[in-house]
């Protein structure tokens, strides 16, 4: 079981910065896959950015180049750091963890949201 909380959403005006943060309730070490994804009003649910336990990682391509993905294994946190943000990054972001283990499978898990609204 993986709790999943994340922080630092709020509002910010067109081509600020934002720092999410999402803390696991156990070494991220050992999960496979922990990403951001982000759900806009009357959209579905997106991937914005993941990164395995290898270092890999994998943005949407609205955020190449704009947001950045990384981990701290030793605080059990990932982050995203988000730089010019546009109006169309407005959405509930969601931190998402997938760990595969050998007794039950795959298992997904996700933390509660934090909204992010960029306006001026």
């Known amino acids: 079981q993986v709790q999943l909380v994340e922080s630092g959403g709020g509002l910010v005006q067109p081509g600020g910065s934002l720092r999410l943060s999402c803390a696991a309730s156990?070494?991220?070490?050992?999960?496979?896959?922990m990403g951001w994804y982000r759900q806009a009003p009357g959209k579905q649910r997106e991937l914005v950015a993941d990164?395995?336990?290898?270092?890999?990682?994998n943005y949407a391509d609205s955020v190449k180049g704009r947001f950045t993905i990384s981990r701290d294994n030793a605080k059990n946190t990932v982050y995203l750091e988000m730089n010019s943000l546009k109006p169309e990054d407005t959405a509930i972001y969601y931190c998402?963890?997938?760990?595969?283990?050998?007794?039950?499978?795959?298992?997904?898990?996700w933390g509660q949201g934090t909204q992010v609204t960029v306006s001026s």
């Open positions: 156990r070494s991220i070490f050992s999960i496979n896959v």
């Open positions: 990164i395995t336990n290898d270092e890999a990682t």
């Open positions: 998402n963890a997938a760990v595969i283990t050998l007794l039950s499978g795959l298992n997904i898990y």
